[in-house]
């Protein structure tokens, strides 16, 4: 799946940035590496470009750049693993 494809509020993880040299090295540079999460966040009225929220910063790009970065979708479990310890540990002081 590519970063173009997500839908508002979907949460994924960045696989691979393809693209040219300079705008490759810029996203990087952004944050936007492996393994680290991304949220679209919202979709400009015309479609374009997209708004992200990557490492706890906004990060807008257009669509066809989005679409040169692979990323894979984070399932249910592992986006709710710090609600469910938090709730663990506020039971365990309960009790």
Do not use: W
């Amino acid at each position: 799946m590519v970063l173009a494809e997500i839908v508002v509020g979907q949460v994924v993880v960045v696989e691979r940035i393809g693209g040219r040299g300079s705008f490759r090295r810029r996203l990087l540079e952004l944050g936007l590496v492996p393994g680290t999460r991304v949220e679209l966040v919202s979709v400009a009225p015309l479609g374009d470009p997209l708004e992200f929220l990557v490492r706890g910063s906004s990060l807008s790009i257009r669509r066809a750049d989005a679409a040169g970065v692979q990323v894979s979708a984070v399932t249910q479990t592992a986006r709710s693993a710090p609600a469910a310890a938090a709730t663990v540990s506020a039971v365990r002081e309960a009790s």
